[in-house]
């Protein structure tokens, strides 16, 4: 038995951090990325698949609505072969592949894509809208050179844009030397290219941002939001995020960037009053986050409707609550001031205290 749990499936109703029997999971997100084809729509999500002892087996990234794999089984079936591990758990690889292949359904295995899907126009990364590439790396977060555990795994397998495999002989040891801190061939090798993934166009910007050449950065996608996502959800920024951002935003300012940068600042008041930001999955949390931080608890109930995370929706309820008791507080103060009761007025003054800095420590 096999189970799955993705995360951060913008879709309202699917499914997002449960752990899902692998063929429930199978359809719903193979009905997903049918329909995120349909309207042209691409955006990523993590997903991991547990045995039935609830023990991690896989990790990966899903692309809904890119035109690679029809479905999660076909990527499956393709990127787990390649992945370099230890002899001794070469045993787990194939009792994985093995439980794949007794799971699915035989329409799964032979699922394509139409001719036309098959052989997408070579500037279709670019044309993309907007809002639908900030899905990709929004939700996605991810860096090319940091992928957990499978990174070289990933590295030398990524989706090329010119049907030529990564992991040929000629793109593999670029991939690897890039492990190493040797970007610059990888680098010149990509400039090249007439199309680019996702994967390596977050490669590239990266590189850019660290050498501080936020004009080239900008350059690969047209868009300087999509740099200030790609600073915002990398982990090759984490240490010095803020200072990264507030330098880009210095040369390429975006009111996606100036939200960003004030929720870094914890500015909450300014963050939300920014108008036309485009709001992927962490930008919605980040905003809900700035409501709670602000006590305002109409506005965090309206913004957590748009999330999944169960934890903030669980805040915003603490917050709900706990404002109810604080107004009940006050209006019981207000009547014991009038009758001039001091002990009942301090014990209201303590219990008032008392929730306040409960609702001030929810974050």
């Known amino acids: 038995m096999l189970f799955v749990r993705f995360t951060d499936v913008p879709k309202e109703g699917f499914p997002n951090y449960e752990r899902l029997p692998y063929e429930e999971a199978l359809l719903l997100s193979t009905q997903v990325h049918q329909e995120a084809q349909q309207a042209n729509e691409r955006f990523a999500s993590e997903f991991r698949i547990f045995d039935d002892a609830d023990q991690l087996v896989y990790k990966g990234t899903f692309q809904f609505g890119d035109t690679t794999y029809p ?16 002899k001794e758990d070469a045993t787990k690889k194939i009792l994985l592949l093995e439980n794949l292949e007794r799971l699915t359904p ?3 295995k032979t699922m394509t894509t139409s001719a036309t899907q098959q ?3 070579a500037t279709h990364v670019s044309r993309l809208r907007r809002g639908q590439r900030r899905l990709v790396y929004g939700v996605s977060g991810v860096s090319l050179l940091l992928f957990g555990t499978l990174s070289v795994v990933q590295l030398v397998q990524p989706d090329s844009p010119s049907g030529v495999q990564a992991a ?10 890039a492990l190493t801190g040797e970007t610059e061939p990888l680098m010149q090798r990509l400039e090249k290219q007439k199309s680019l993934s996702n994967e390596q166009q977050q ?12 004009d080239q950065a900008v350059a690969v996608t047209n868009d300087p939001i999509d740099v200030e996502t790609i600073i915002m959800q990398s982990k090759p920024f984490a240490t010095d995020r803020q200072e990264t951002l507030q330098a880009f935003q210095a040369v390429h300012p975006t009111n996606e960037g100036a939200f960003d940068l004030a929720i870094l ?3 909450y008041k300014r963050a939300v009053s920014i108008p036309d930001v485009e ?25 957590v409707k748009l999330i999944q995370d169960e934890q903030l929706k669980q805040q915003v309820g ?13 209006n019981q103060k207000r009547q014991l001031s009038e009758k001039t009761d001091k002990k009942e007025l301090e014990k209201l003054n303590e219990s008032l205290e008392a929730k306040q800095r409960q609702a001030s420590s929810l974050l």
Not at 320 to 327: M, N, P, S, W
């Open 265 to 267: 600042q914890k500015d």
């Open 279 to 303: 709001m992927t999955t962490a930008r919605k949390e980040a905003k809900t986050r700035a409501y709670i931080a602000l006590k305002d608890v109409t506005k965090a109930q309206e913004s």
């Open 318 to 330: 603490t917050l709900v609550q706990l404002d109810e008791e604080i107004q009940a507080l006050e």
């Open 168 to 177: 040929t002989s000629d793109w593999q040891p670029l991939y690897e030397a």
């Open 71 to 86: 479905n999660l089984y076909l990527q499956l079936k393709d990127r787990i072969p390649r992945i370099r591990i230890r």
């Open 106 to 108: 035989e329409s799964y």
């Open 119 to 121: 052989h997408p126009d």
């Open 203 to 214: 490669f590239l910007i990266t590189q850019y941002v660290e050498k501080q050449d936020y």
